[in-house]
Structures are given as structure tokens and as C-alpha cells.
């Protein structure tokens, strides 16, 4: 499990993520292939929340505009997925995003608290802790085998590139 940089409270309280303008959309989350079949064993989990793509595939949101996750429970702002969320899920509000050829570690900044706190110490310190995770040879090797979970996401801020070996696509 990635360390949070968001503390659980004011994520929860946020509102923010887990919400989509479009049913189709790159800011749902790709998954692992382990994590789709983590998620297959699970007798709770319907087959038609993840798409052909490896997505998670936003439902109507059935108490206000747009669409959400399936598995957010929008009352209570909980993923009922949570022990389980996938590892995009885990890495947000921070990206994977895919330039030139080159694999970058982004931000939202959407995200209030991060745009609050990326210039402090803190976001530094965990952009360090990010960075050599993802750089790390267990990492890069997982990415080699899930490329569909780097993205080219627009409206981000770059923070770090990656040590990623050529031959991304």
C-alpha cells in the first residue's frame, strides 16, 4: 500500500473525487490485472463495473449530477472497496501521465488540500517518498506489465519524471 498524503478526514469530507463529468472518462481509474482479478473473485462486485479497457466504469449518480464510481457509497463519501482500492486510487491525487515519451509523476491539483499544500515541505518530502517508490525495480515492473494505467491526463501539474526504461508506449 502507497502512504497517503491526503489525510482520511479531508478526504472524505471533500466531495471531489470518485466523481466523473462523462460515463467514459480518463480520470477513471485503470486497473492492475491483478486487481481486476481480486476483484472478480469478489461475489459483491458486479462484472459490468470494469470495462474491456481495465476502467472502472462510472455509474449515474443516482443523488446529484454526473457520474460516480460504482463502488462509492455517495452518501457517505466510502469506497466500499477501500481494503481493495486499486492502485491508481491509492497514488491519487497524484498521476501517472505519459509526455513525449516520457513517464511523469503529476498532480491534480483539483484536489483542495493538495493545491493547498504542494509548494510546503511536506508535498516535497512525499514527492521524494513517491518518486523512489515508483523508481523502484518492483515498481517499474509492475508499470512495464500495466502500461494501460499510465495516461495522458490534461490540466496536471508535473512534479517528477520517472526513471522509466524506453520502450513505454
Not at 482520511?8 to 480518463?26: D, M, N, P
Not at 485503470?30 to 482479478?37: A, G, M, N, R, V
Not at 493547498?116 to 517499474?140: C, F, G, M, V, W
Request: glycine share 4%; proline share 7%.
Amino acid at each position: 500500500m502507497i502512504r497517503q498524503f491526503v489525510p482520511t478526514e479531508v478526504c472524505l469530507a471533500c466531495q471531489g473525487c470518485c466523481r466523473f463529468k462523462e460515463a467514459i472518462s480518463v480520470w477513471s481509474p485503470c486497473l492492475l490485472d491483478e486487481e481486476i482479478q481480486g476483484l472478480l473473485e469478489r461475489k459483491d462486485i458486479p462484472a459490468a463495473a470494469l470495462s474491456v479497457e481495465r476502467r472502472i466504469m462510472p455509474v449515474v449518480n443516482l443523488e446529484g449530477e454526473g457520474f460516480v464510481c460504482p463502488f462509492l457509497k455517495v452518501a457517505t463519501n466510502h469506497c466500499q472497496i477501500y481494503a481493495l482500492r486499486p492502485f491508481e486510487c491509492q497514488l491519487y491525487p497524484f498521476l501517472l501521465n505519459l509526455r513525449k515519451g516520457k513517464v511523469l509523476l503529476t498532480v491534480d491539483l483539483n484536489c483542495p488540500y493538495l493545491y493547498e499544500k504542494i509548494n510546503t515541505p511536506e508535498a516535497k518530502d512525499y514527492i521524494a517518498y513517491l518518486s523512489d517508490y515508483l523508481n523502484s525495480a518492483r515498481q517499474i515492473q509492475m508499470l512495464k506489465n500495466n502500461p494501460q494505467i499510465i495516461q495522458a491526463y490534461e490540466e496536471v501539474r508535473e512534479v517528477a519524471e520517472l526513471n522509466f526504461p524506453h520502450g513505454i508506449k
